[in-house]
């Protein structure tokens, strides 16, 4: 039968004290000016890199290797500390929900049933990350999703569309909210009532997550279900158009609009009777608008009105909450994560990032669960971050203190693992501040030499890795990889890239026949969780992917 007890490794010993870092969004690509890692002092991960070269290598973080529906799909975070945490590879709810909508299946299920209940009488509104990013949502599914109810019996439907520019080019938005304005009209002519409602940019409004700042989903509260904002248009084209043209504006952080009438009132508030979806299949930055619209019990922001609703996630977004309670396509089934082994096996495990990466070494790295397996044998510190202010503006963020609370853990002796994510080269990448990011690879680096430097004097072993590309490529390019050019500039990216990362593993309590195995050369971050397991004495579980080490006769 089955059982938690994983097999001695028949030659690597426990009770090393292991540190796993993941430095988020640090791919590996050609230096050049874009590249932000190679232009910031970066002397711990260039020693990582230049040491021996058995200890370094790189893995995919992309496409396939992490669960997303092509190779074109750049990493993220969500999958790839799924595929570290998890070890194997899911087929992950962006592929998920193209399955659901290509057999028609989300249209037959429990979720939409149940929100399906109000389209005779209500309005159906449809929220979410308005782009093709592939990360949160993707415009495409929204469009299927709408033909799909439009073939069964909807008869108002309104759309609250958060503006990307992160996951996509900034300035993109104005072409996705047209491509939508589009589809709209044609269903308008099929006769059904269908707008754009109301707006905003995904970091000023609604996509907050962690519980890192709750007046981000105030403002879109404010906007879908009170009908209620600063700025008022006519059309959701000319508010995306009208916005963007202010000083500095950015699709991120557009301030949140309303579409209203001709006596000035906004066309599509929620209220008693309305279905709504929430169409981003991605968790992290729907988790607080799923909970402001399902909880009777809420204190994080006054909600003034809550309307008596039907209510699907796209996914479930909390296996362990349970939340939301309907949903359109069920999440990928990540169980036996390796953290859930570890713990069955008496692996003490410190976790801790700042709030804006909390939940990616907790959460994801536990297969979307939040919570602890094991209370008595684990401990998770989150560091609060600075809210309010975009990341370049703080580039260092807060590596350093991340890194003293893992120093301080591991020279604690009480945990096996210490495990850390280091956001500065992703939060501060998706600014497109080239020079801010810079500043952040360095801290990120220096926060890396602390828990080396804890790490040797314990006797440890390290394995330092990263989630996926961002800051060592920060420009859009061609197919041949020349950057594009707009009205003679350069378009920055501020999104993922395709690019792999790095692995590298050390340190003095690391056996000395360790080293990385040849025979792996398509090795992806799913891989990473045996090597770990490996490394704390135990074998993986037969279903794993492989380990990336192997260790001959010294
Ligand atoms: C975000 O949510 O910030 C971006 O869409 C993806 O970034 P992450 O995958 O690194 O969190
Ligand atoms: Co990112």
């Keep these: ?60 973080a992309h496409g396939k290797a992490v669960g997303l529906p092509t190779e074109d799909d750049m990493g993220n975070s969500e999958v790839g500390h799924n595929a570290l945490g998890a070890g194997r590879i899911f087929a992950q709810g962006a592929k998920l929900v193209d399955l659901a909508l290509e057999s028609g299946k989300i249209f037959e299920g429990d979720g939409f049933n149940y929100i399906k209940e109000s389209f005779e009488t209500g309005t159906l509104h449809l929220i979410g990350l308005l782009s093709d990013g592939g990360v949160h949502s993707r415009l495409d599914q929204v ?54 409602a109301s707006g905003g940019g995904r970091m000023n409004v609604t996509m907050d997550r962690y519980e890192n700042d709750w007046s981000v989903v105030k403002r ?49 508030p929620i209220v008693d009777g309305d279905a709504v979806v929430t169409f981003n299949f991605r968790a992290d930055r729907m988790t607080m608008l799923a909970k402001a619209l399902e909880y009777e019990k809420f204190d994080n922001f006054d909600r003034v009105r809550v309307p008596k609703i039907r209510y699907a996630g796209m996914l479930e977004y909390d296996g362990e909450l349970k939340l939301p309670r309907h949903y359109l396509v069920s999440p990928p089934e990540i169980d036996r994560t390796s953290g859930e082994y570890l713990v069955h096996n008496g692996v003490r495990t410190f976790a801790c990032s700042e709030t804006v990466k909390f939940g990616h070494v907790t959460f994801f790295w536990n297969g979307n669960r939040s919570g602890y397996f094991n209370a008595d044998l684990e401990q998770y510190v989150e560091i609060p971050s600075d809210s ?13 203190e991340i890194a003293e609370k893992a120093k301080e853990a591991i020279l604690s002796g009480k945990f096996d693992q210490i495990r850390v994510n280091l956001p500065n080269g992703d939060m501060v990448g998706h600014t497109g501040d080239i020079e801010a990011t810079i500043v952040a690879c360095k801290a990120a680096d220096e926060a890396v030499k602390i828990i080396l430097d804890a790490i040797q004097q314990v006797g440890g072993i390290y394995v330092v890795t990263a989630d996926h590309g961002n800051a060592e490529d920060m420009v859009k390019r ?32 690391l056996a000395p026949g360790v080293r990385f195995r040849n025979d792996v050369p398509t090795g992806g971050l799913a891989n990473v969780a045996a090597t770990v397991m490996n490394l704390h004495g135990f074998e993986a579980p037969s279903d794993y992917e492989t380990t990336l080490i192997e260790v001959v006769d010294k």
């Design 388 to 400: 309010g202010i975009t990341f370049n503006e703080q580039p260092k963020m807060k590596a350093v």
């Design 220 to 268: 879109g509260w404010d906007a879908q279900v009170l009908g209620e904002a600063p700025f008022k248009f006519t059309s959701a084209l000319e508010a995306v158009k009208t916005l963007r043209a202010a000083p500095k504006a950015n699709d991120q952080y557009l301030p949140p609009f309303v579409i209203v009438d001709e006596s000035g009132k906004s066309v599509g």
């Design 478 to 509: 061609d197919k041949a990889g020349k950057p594009l050019l707009k009205d003679g500039k350069v378009q920055i990216l501020t999104s993922h890239t395709l690019e792999p990362v790095p692995i590298a593993i050390g340190g003095p309590g």
């Design 1 to 60: 039968g089955f059982s938690w007890k994983l097999p001695d490794h028949p030659k690597l010993p426990k009770g090393k004290t292991i540190a796993v870092i993941v430095l988020d969004g640090w791919g590996e690509a050609n230096p050049n000016e874009y590249n932000c890692i190679h232009n910031a002092e970066t002397p711990t991960m260039d020693s990582l890199k230049k040491g021996a070269p058995e200890h370094w290598r790189l893995v995919r």
């Design 143 to 196: 469009q299927l999703l709408l033909k799909g109810v439009s073939e069964r019996g909807v008869k108002r439907i309104r759309l609250h569309v958060l503006t990307d520019g992160r996951d996509v080019l900034d300035g993109s938005s104005v072409a996705f909210v047209e491509t939508l304005e589009n589809d709209l009209a044609k269903l308008r002519e099929k006769g059904i009532d269908a707008r754009i």
